[in-house]
């Protein structure tokens, strides 16, 4: 029987490393969310050694002697599941799966006072020496290799890049549905600091991914007092929909009036908005959909000649119906107008009138206009590569999601992604505000790295940026061509195209 204990963020004189970048790119197709509960799933490798976890896992899951954790817990879930990572999200650093967890963030840099050798922390993924890292001849021998693992899905990949597939067995869709989002409060207009508990505990002004760590089922935490929970609440953000000719539909935050009539409420930074939702699917699935879907935003014009093989979704054979919230959405298109003409932004305006019908492409039309881009899509694969290991999370949210899927990019945009792991190894995709959030504002993050955030940062190598080609990868521009859709985001910041990297 384990006390309950509170859990609170380390205080910032620990000397502890910050939380690191997370070492991750990503695409969008359409986003996703895995909610908790889906960790424990087998790791899908290619070329790795599935035996080699057992060691750094139980290391890892060792006696938590003065932490929240239930460390016992973990030893039995890392041993009954050889493939689980002992990832508990504890803030103590003297726990070993703050070790863990922040080691694999860091990759093999050793924590303060402890040594260069230890296996803490390495887990399941330490042996795997990744593609780059590699020599070619490893390379090929690992393609063969992926037969003998005894926990090895065969991924029928041509390159071989794939080292980890956090995805269920034999490509089977695995349908997480979410609530739509949080319970955050809206804050006033003062004091840009998060608000616990629906706050990240660690703040950043920066658009790049990053890990967080949660408490989770296996802490000895009180979850109603947890402050290390932020994206674990119910959200409730006054969001609505707007449609946006050129960039189709778009996420804004919009506040009801207030009577009397006062100063609308804003977000403040750090604030958690909404978790991606989607089908979890392997990558080979992935890849099979997003051949599709290119196939079908290249046709976007002629939607009566979808392939046969397109599975019906909402957000491809017509037009998405907006979820709940688009009642709201004229008021808020008057908000957002209003905000754009005041700040003379040059970003398109949500076209004023009622919710969208959802009788196909009717919806397209809307004030005489048409969105003649690409059809969008839903699907998200997130790439996260540390010096020995990937670990490739693909999620699609055309059939099932929540509001996030309708967030735009922005080459300057207001929120970024946190990579949120609480008890599990399967990543969730947090989104939180990057600068204060007024209404009327559209909620935007950026589709891909740029090539600023193409270095090594915090220990852990980024080789390449999300959906970003070649040019892009050198920070040019590509030309307006199939490659390199233009992009509509108005910020003075923008590049001219939306990240495009072909392929996963
Ligand atoms: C995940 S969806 C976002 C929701 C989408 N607007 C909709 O109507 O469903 C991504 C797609 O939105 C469009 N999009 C998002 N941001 C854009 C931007 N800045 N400029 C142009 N199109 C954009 C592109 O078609 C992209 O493929």
Request: proline share 12%; glycine share 10%.
């Amino acid at each position: 029987m384990h006390t309950p204990l509170p859990c609170v963020p380390p205080p910032p004189s620990s000397g502890l490393p910050p939380l690191p970048l997370l070492p991750s790119t990503f695409r969008w197709v359409d986003s996703v969310v895995l909610p908790s509960g889906t960790h424990n799933r087998r790791l899908h490798r290619r070329g790795g050694r599935a035996g080699s976890a057992g060691k750094g896992q139980t290391q890892g899951a060792e006696a938590a002697e003065g932490c929240g954790c239930d460390g016992e817990s973990r030893n039995s879930a890392a041993l009954s599941s050889p493939s689980s990572f002992p990832l508990v999200c504890c803030h103590d650093a003297s726990c070993p799966c703050y070790r863990t967890a922040h080691r694999i963030a860091l990759g093999d840099a050793p924590l303060p006072g402890e040594h260069s050798g230890s296996n803490a922390g390495k887990a399941s993924i330490e042996s795997i020496p990744s593609p780059s890292t590699r020599p070619k001849s490893d390379q090929d021998q690992s393609k063969g290799d992926s037969t003998t693992a005894t926990d090895t899905h065969t991924i029928d990949d041509e390159k071989g890049s794939n080292n980890i597939d956090a995805t269920p067995d034999n490509n089977d869709v695995v349908r997480h549905r979410m609530p739509s989002n949080s319970s955050n409060p809206v804050a006033g207009q003062d004091a840009d600091r998060p608000l616990s508990p629906t706050s990240s505990p660690s703040s950043s002004t920066s658009s790049s991914f990053k890990f967080e760590f949660e408490c989770s089922s296996s802490c000895r935490c009180l979850p109603d007092q947890c402050q290390l929970r932020p994206t674990q609440a119910s959200a409730r953000l006054p969001l609505s929909l707007g449609y946006l000719p050129k960039k189709g539909w778009g996420v804004f935050f919009s506040p009801p009036p207030s009577c009397p009539p006062a100063r609308p409420p804003s977000l403040p930074p750090h604030t958690f908005v909404a978790e991606y939702t989607g089908e979890l699917i392997s990558t080979v699935e992935a890849r099979r959909r997003l051949a599709i879907y290119d196939e079908v935003s290249a046709l976007s014009s002629l939607p009566s000649s979808l392939p046969s093989s397109l599975p019906p979704s909402p957000g491809i054979g017509k037009r998405p119906s907006p979820p709940a919230g688009c009642t709201h959405a004229a008021e808020h298109v008057k908000h957002a107008q209003g905000h754009a003409q005041a700040n003379a932004a040059p970003a398109e305006v949500p076209i004023l009138g009622p919710c969208p019908s959802q009788e196909g492409d009717k919806e397209e039309r809307r004030g005489g206009q048409v969105h003649a881009g690409p059809r969008p899509h839903y699907l998200l694969t997130l790439l996260e590569e540390g010096d020995d290991f990937y670990l490739r999370t693909s999620l699609d949210a055309t059939r099932c999601g929540n509001v996030s899927r309708f967030f735009n990019h922005s080459c300057d945009p207001n929120m970024h992604v946190v990579c949120v792991r609480n008890g599990g190894l399967l990543p969730r995709l947090c989104f939180f505000t990057q600068r204060r959030v007024h209404a009327g504002d559209e909620l935007t993050f950026a589709y891909g790295e740029r090539e600023e955030n193409h270095a090594s940062k915090g220990g852990v190598k980024v080789e390449s940026g999300a959906r970003c080609g070649r040019s892009c990868a050198k920070g040019t521009i590509l030309p307006q061509s199939q490659s390199g859709r233009p992009c509509w985001c108005g910020s003075e910041k923008c590049v001219g195209n939306l990240p495009y990297q072909p392929g996963l």
